[in-house]
């Protein structure tokens, strides 16, 4: 299995590919990269993330990095709809299982 940083190094040849960046792929899908990772090398993907903005997102440059953080995201749109707080006093409450649970039989 490779390390967090050994995969790091291999996500800027990929997007830089020609064929990544001009959409020729398998099914031809649109040029985008979902990096999973374990939540305890957040630091690192974060580190990583910023330096590899830095690097691409120049002026001048033929592509660009945008960043969409799913945490953020669900937490927004929960925030939005008044359920933060809800979802907070309910994981108090019950715990994070239930939360799971009752988010994952609202959202299927």
């Not at 398998?26 to 305890?40: A, R, V, W």
């Not at 939005?80 to 006093?89: A, F, N, S």
Request: charged share 30%; with cysteine.
């Amino acid at each position: 299995m490779k390390t967090i940083y050994e995969r790091l190094e291999q996500i800027y040849p990929l997007i830089i590919d020609p064929r990544f960046r001009q959409h020729k792929g398998l099914g031809n899908e649109i040029g985008f990269y979902i990096f999973d990772y374990d939540p305890q090398d957040e630091l690192i993907v974060r580190e990583y993330l910023s330096f590899l903005k830095r690097k691409v997102n120049t002026e001048g440059s033929e592509m660009r990095i945008n960043e969409f953080d799913l945490y953020e995201i669900v937490l927004n749109v929960f925030s939005e709809k008044g359920y933060l707080d809800k979802v907070w006093v309910m994981e108090k409450e019950k715990g994070t299982k239930a939360i799971l649970r009752h988010l994952k039989s609202h959202c299927a």
